[in-house]
């Protein structure tokens, strides 16, 4: 059975860091894009930063560009996403995610409506404290 896995979530002052990790199992992992998601109370659920699987290209938020880090080990099938300098308005319930084949990581981070990821992870709660 495909799953996901995070864990790396809490509670830290502004100017911190966290790194959040997802275990895929179940799936060919290495054959997927991925992603991260972040969904604040009372909004939307919104693309933070995803990677293709085939170049490993990463697109970011502009609001976590220089803060954050995407990564992957195809190894390990896990999935990472450093998080430094911190802010509150990055809190949030964050989830790992994969996709079989976006246009692009922007795309699938951007339109994931459309490009809906076939996997979701349970989520992990950020919370950054001013």
């Known amino acids: 059975q495909a799953q996901l896995v995070e864990s790396g979530g809490g509670l830290v002052q502004s100017g911190g860091s966290l790194r959040l990790s997802c275990v895929a199992s179940?799936?060919?992992?290495?054959?997927?894009?991925i992603g991260w998601f972040r969904q604040a109370p009372g909004k939307e659920r919104q693309g933070v930063s995803c990677?293709?699987?085939?170049?490993?290209?990463?697109w970011y938020r502009d609001s976590v560009k220089g803060r954050f880090t995407i990564s992957r080990d195809n190894n390990g099938n896990t999935i990472y996403l450093q998080m430094n300098s911190l802010k509150p308005e990055d809190t949030g319930v964050y989830y790992c995610?994969?996709?079989?084949?976006?246009?692009?990581?922007?795309?699938?981070?951007?339109?994931?409506?459309?490009?809906?990821?076939?996997?979701w992870g349970q989520g992990t709660q950020v919370t950054v404290s001013s």
């Open positions: 990677m293709t699987s085939e170049d490993g290209g990463a």
């Open positions: 179940g799936f060919s992992f290495d054959h997927y894009a």
């Open positions: 995610a994969v996709n079989p084949g976006p246009p692009n990581a922007r795309e699938m981070c951007i339109s994931y409506r459309f490009f809906p990821p076939d996997y």
